[in-house]
């Protein structure tokens, strides 16, 4: 068996499940853009006219539709910040962005869960921000719906509701950069490749998150995601 080349037992494959089927879409890598949506970046306290970023998180961050988070260890000061996810079927190196779409397999939503008091402490010092973003079950995704079905969504409304009470909102077309642009200019850093998904940023109204706390988000013409804040991992 193909098993017995390894001196441990490998990971499970990270995988988000796809709307509608059995069928799930494995993931090789988690891309996030950061700084993508201007009211977001003015309550940051950020440069506005500083261009987005990229940042990283590990594929078994994920957490499906209607998981539990544990609350993470080390922090007094968890935020949600949700986000269109984009999931790509090819990749390659300096994609252009007339060609970004042909590489998109499907969209969904997400969540970025920030330790933000740990993200904001590694910043003031200059240190890689990890830390505060890419933790356990910081990932959640819910099932993707391929652009075969839904096309390429340029617009709409994107929400979360927490415990009822809607907390973020915002439209699509706020993007500073659109979705074949964050394509485009990740290509130039690394080589992309099917497996990857990009989180492409998050509007205003990120707020602290505690046990207990239910989560709602809902793109319009994407999908939608639940998952509930549980009390800390043993």
């Not at 490749?193 to 205003?204: E, H, L, N, R, V």
Request: hydrophobic letters at 40%.
């Amino acid at each position: 068996m193909a098993e017995d080349r390894y001196v441990i037992p490998p990971a499970p494959q990270a995988a988000i499940a796809v709307q509608g089927t059995s069928k799930l879409f494995p993931v090789r890598r988690i891309w996030c853009v950061g700084r993508n949506y201007l009211e977001h970046i003015k309550e940051m306290g950020q440069d506005e006219r500083a261009p987005p970023f990229f940042f990283a998180k590990p594929a078994d961050a994920i957490v499906p539709d209607g998981g539990t988070v544990p609350y993470p260890p080390l922090t007094k000061d968890l935020h949600h910040e949700v986000e269109l996810v984009v999931a790509l079927k090819s990749g390659g190196r300096n994609i252009s962005v007339n060609k970004a779409n042909d590489c998109i397999y499907g969209y969904g939503v997400g969540i970025d869960l920030t330790r933000r008091d740990l993200q904001i402490a590694s910043r003031d010092i200059k240190r890689p921000w990890e830390i505060g973003k890419a933790f356990d079950h910081s990932a959640p995704c819910g099932a993707l719906r391929p652009a075969a079905e839904i096309g390429h969504p340029t617009k709409g409304k994107i929400m979360l509701r927490g415990n009822g009470k809607i907390r973020q909102e915002g439209d699509l077309a706020q993007m500073i950069w659109n979705v074949p642009e964050c394509i485009s200019k990740l290509s130039e850093m690394v080589a992309l490749a099917a497996g990857d998904i990009i989180m492409t940023g998050t509007p205003s109204g990120v707020t602290p998150i505690s046990v207990g706390d239910k989560l709602e988000c809902e793109i319009e013409g994407v999908g939608k995601l639940t998952v509930t804040i549980g009390p800390p991992a043993k």
